[in-house]
C-alpha cells in the first residue's frame, strides 16, 4: 500500500506519535499511577470523583481490575519500561487475590471494597477483559530481559496458565456451538441463568455485540502471547486445553475460535447498513435499534487485528486468516468508511456517541474518541485513503483541545459539542480506566514505528 501525500506538512503520522507518546508518558499513566489505587485493601477505587478522590464505598468491578493490568503490561513493553510491571503486579495480585472462583473457576463480577465477593455471577464481558489482561501480563513478563534470563520472577507462565484456564472455561459454558458466538451471561457455576444486564444501561439480552467483540479481542491478544511462548522455544505451557499441553496445539484452538468469532461479527452481527447490532437473542435475531459510532469504529480495526494475527500464524491459523483478510476486508473497511460519514462531526472532528430511536446522542465520550482515533489510521493503513488519516488527525486535535483534562489529568468522561465537559461524571473507575486512552497512545506509537 503507498499512501496518499498529506495536504498539511505538519500532520503525519509521526507527529501523531510524538503527540500520543507525550499524552500517555506525560497525562494518562501518571494520572493513574497517582489516583487509581486503594493503598489500604488493594485494587483499584470503583469511583474516583471529579476531585481525584477515590470512593472507599463503591464496589469494584473485575472489568476495570482487568484493563489495568492490560494496561500496564502493554505499556511496560511499548515504552520498554520494566519498572511498569511493578503497576501491572498491583493489578494482578488484586485479580487473583479478590477476584477468581476457587469453588467454580472463572471471575466473581465484582467485590466489596473490603475484597469479599459481591456479584458472583459470570458475566462474559469480564471474563473476556480477564483473559485479556492474563494473556498481555504474561507476554509483558516473558518480554523482559530479567524473564529471558532465568530469574522468571514473576513466572510468565503463572498468568498464561490462568489465561487458559479461563479460555477452557468460556469455550465450555459460554459459546454456543449451535448458532455461534459467545452468551452474554452465567452463574456462579456456569449454569444458564436470567440475570443477564451487562450494565444500567444495558437490556437483557442473549447475546450482544460488545461481549462478542471482546472476547474476540482477548482471544487475538492469547493467540499473540501463546506466538511469542512458542518463539521463546516453549513447546509445551503448564495448563491445558482439553487435555493437551503442546503450544502448537492450543494455538490451532485458539486459532480455530477467533477466526469463528470474526465470521460470527461479520454474518450475524455486522448489518447491511455496516453498523453493528448492538442486542441479540440465542438466534442472532437483533432486538432494539440503536447504532454505536464508538463501538462500529472500535469493531473496525479490531477485527483487521484478528485476521493479521492470524495470518501472521502458521498452519492451519495462518491459511485462515489469509481467506478472511480475502473476504472480509472490504467489509471492515465499510465500517471505518459508515462511521466517518455518519458518525463523525465534520465541524470538529469529534465522534458523537449513538442514535437510538430516531434521536442523535452527540455528546463526545472520552473512550469513542480513543477508538475513533485508532480506527480511523488503521482504515489508513488498510487503504491510503488521505480522509481516513485526516479524521485520525481530526479526533486528535478534539481531544487535545476539549476531551483531555490539562489540569486534573487524564481525560473528561464526557464532552458537548461546544467542548464543555461534563463535571458530574466520575473521572474513573468500574467503567473508566487507561485502557481506551492508553491502547490509543500505545497503537498509533506502535503503527509510525513499523512504517
Given at each position: 500500500?503507498?499512501?496518499?501525500?498529506?495536504?498539511?506538512?505538519?500532520?503525519?503520522?509521526?507527529?501523531?506519535?510524538?503527540?500520543?507518546?507525550?499524552?500517555?508518558?506525560?497525562?494518562?499513566?501518571?494520572?493513574?499511577?497517582?489516583?487509581?489505587?486503594?493503598?489500604?485493601?488493594?485494587?483499584?477505587?470503583?469511583?474516583?470523583?471529579?476531585?481525584?478522590?477515590?470512593?472507599?464505598?463503591?464496589?469494584?468491578?473485575?472489568?476495570?481490575?482487568?484493563?489495568?493490568?492490560?494496561?500496564?503490561?502493554?505499556?511496560?513493553?511499548?515504552?520498554?519500561?520494566?519498572?511498569?510491571?511493578?503497576?501491572?503486579?498491583?493489578?494482578?495480585?488484586?485479580?487473583?487475590?479478590?477476584?477468581?472462583?476457587?469453588?467454580?473457576?472463572?471471575?466473581?463480577?465484582?467485590?466489596?471494597?473490603?475484597?469479599?465477593?459481591?456479584?458472583?455471577?459470570?458475566?462474559?464481558?469480564?471474563?473476556?477483559?480477564?483473559?485479556?489482561?492474563?494473556?498481555?501480563?504474561?507476554?509483558?513478563?516473558?518480554?523482559?530481559?530479567?524473564?529471558?534470563?532465568?530469574?522468571?520472577?514473576?513466572?510468565?507462565?503463572?498468568?498464561?496458565?490462568?489465561?487458559?484456564?479461563?479460555?477452557?472455561?468460556?469455550?465450555?459454558?459460554?459459546?454456543?456451538?449451535?448458532?455461534?458466538?459467545?452468551?452474554?451471561?452465567?452463574?456462579?457455576?456456569?449454569?444458564?441463568?436470567?440475570?443477564?444486564?451487562?450494565?444500567?444501561?444495558?437490556?437483557?439480552?442473549?447475546?450482544?455485540?460488545?461481549?462478542?467483540?471482546?472476547?474476540?479481542?482477548?482471544?487475538?491478544?492469547?493467540?499473540?502471547?501463546?506466538?511469542?511462548?512458542?518463539?521463546?522455544?516453549?513447546?509445551?505451557?503448564?495448563?491445558?486445553?482439553?487435555?493437551?499441553?503442546?503450544?502448537?496445539?492450543?494455538?490451532?484452538?485458539?486459532?480455530?475460535?477467533?477466526?469463528?468469532?470474526?465470521?460470527?461479527?461479520?454474518?450475524?452481527?455486522?448489518?447491511?447498513?455496516?453498523?453493528?447490532?448492538?442486542?441479540?437473542?440465542?438466534?442472532?435475531?437483533?432486538?432494539?435499534?440503536?447504532?454505536?459510532?464508538?463501538?462500529?469504529?472500535?469493531?473496525?480495526?479490531?477485527?483487521?487485528?484478528?485476521?493479521?494475527?492470524?495470518?501472521?500464524?502458521?498452519?492451519?491459523g495462518a491459511k485462515e486468516g489469509r481467506r478472511l483478510a480475502d473476504t472480509r476486508r472490504e467489509g471492515i473497511i465499510g465500517i471505518a468508511r459508515t462511521a466517518l460519514a455518519e458518525g463523525?462531526?465534520?465541524?470538529?472532528?469529534?465522534?458523537?456517541?449513538?442514535?437510538?430511536?430516531?434521536?442523535?446522542?452527540?455528546t463526545r465520550i472520552w473512550w469513542c474518541q480513543a477508538e475513533a482515533l485508532v480506527g480511523f489510521y488503521n482504515a489508513w493503513e488498510m487503504t491510503g485513503e488521505l480522509p481516513f488519516l485526516?479524521?485520525?488527525?481530526?479526533?486528535?486535535?478534539?481531544?487535545?483541545?476539549?476531551?483531555?483534562?490539562?489540569?486534573?489529568?487524564?481525560?473528561?468522561?464526557?464532552?458537548?459539542?461546544?467542548?464543555?465537559?461534563?463535571?458530574?461524571?466520575?473521572?474513573?473507575?468500574?467503567?473508566?480506566?487507561?485502557y481506551h486512552n492508553a491502547r490509543a497512545c500505545m497503537e498509533i506509537m506502535r503503527r509510525a514505528r513499523s512504517r
Amino acid at each position: 500500500m503507498t499512501a496518499k501525500a498529506i495536504s498539511d506538512p505538519g500532520q503525519t503520522p509521526e507527529t501523531l506519535a510524538e503527540a500520543a507518546r507525550a499524552e500517555l508518558t506525560g497525562n494518562i499513566l501518571p494520572y493513574w499511577q497517582k489516583y487509581s489505587r486503594d493503598p489500604v485493601n488493594g485494587g483499584y477505587w470503583g469511583r474516583i470523583g471529579g476531585d481525584n478522590v477515590g470512593d472507599g464505598a463503591e464496589p469494584r468491578s473485575v472489568v476495570m481490575t482487568a484493563r489495568h493490568l492490560w494496561t500496564y503490561s502493554a505499556a511496560s513493553v511499548c515504552l520498554s519500561d520494566p519498572s511498569l510491571l511493578d503497576a501491572a503486579r498491583w493489578a494482578y495480585d488484586a485479580l487473583v487475590g479478590q477476584f477468581l472462583d476457587a469453588d467454580y473457576g472463572g471471575v466473581y463480577w465484582s467485590v466489596a471494597p473490603n475484597g469479599l465477593p459481591a456479584v458472583t455471577k459470570k458475566q462474559v464481558y469480564g471474563e473476556a477483559f480477564t483473559l485479556y489482561g492474563l494473556a498481555e501480563y504474561a507476554a509483558a513478563l516473558l518480554r523482559h530481559e530479567e524473564c529471558r534470563e532465568g530469574a522468571l520472577r514473576p513466572d510468565p507462565t503463572e498468568p498464561l496458565r490462568r489465561a487458559l484456564d479461563l479460555f477452557c472455561l468460556l469455550e465450555l459454558h459460554a459459546r454456543d456451538p449451535i448458532a455461534g458466538g459467545y452468551v452474554e451471561a452465567r452463574g456462579r457455576d456456569w449454569a444458564p441463568t436470567e440475570d443477564l444486564k451487562l450494565s444500567d444501561k444495558d437490556i437483557d439480552c442473549e447475546k450482544s455485540m460488545n461481549t462478542n467483540l471482546h472476547v474476540m479481542e482477548s482471544l487475538t491478544a492469547l493467540h499473540r502471547t501463546l506466538g511469542a511462548f512458542s518463539s521463546a522455544g516453549f513447546k509445551t505451557v503448564p495448563g491445558t486445553v482439553a487435555g493437551v499441553t503442546s503450544v502448537s496445539a492450543i494455538l490451532e484452538r485458539v486459532g480455530e475460535a477467533l477466526a469463528a468469532l470474526v465470521d460470527v461479527t461479520m454474518e450475524r452481527i455486522l448489518g447491511p447498513d455496516f453498523h453493528l447490532d448492538l442486542y441479540f437473542d440465542r438466534k442472532w435475531n437483533a432486538v432494539g435499534d440503536p447504532v454505536s459510532y464508538g463501538h462500529d469504529i472500535e469493531a473496525s480495526w479490531l477485527l483487521w487485528e484478528a485476521v493479521e494475527e492470524l495470518k501472521s500464524g502458521e498452519g492451519a491459523g495462518a491459511k485462515e486468516g489469509r481467506r478472511l483478510a480475502d473476504t472480509r476486508r472490504e467489509g471492515i473497511i465499510g465500517i471505518a468508511r459508515t462511521a466517518l460519514a455518519e458518525g463523525v462531526d465534520p465541524s470538529t472532528g469529534a465522534l458523537e456517541n449513538e442514535t437510538h430511536e430516531g434521536r442523535r446522542d452527540r455528546t463526545r465520550i472520552w473512550w469513542c474518541q480513543a477508538e475513533a482515533l485508532v480506527g480511523f489510521y488503521n482504515a489508513w493503513e488498510m487503504t491510503g485513503e488521505l480522509p481516513f488519516l485526516e479524521a485520525a488527525h481530526a479526533a486528535w486535535r478534539w481531544i487535545d483541545r476539549f476531551q483531555a483534562d490539562r489540569i486534573g489529568g487524564d481525560w473528561f468522561w464526557a464532552v458537548d459539542p461546544d467542548g464543555n465537559p461534563d463535571l458530574t461524571e466520575p473521572k474513573g473507575g468500574n467503567w473508566k480506566t487507561p485502557y481506551h486512552n492508553a491502547r490509543a497512545c500505545m497503537e498509533i506509537m506502535r503503527r509510525a514505528r513499523s512504517r
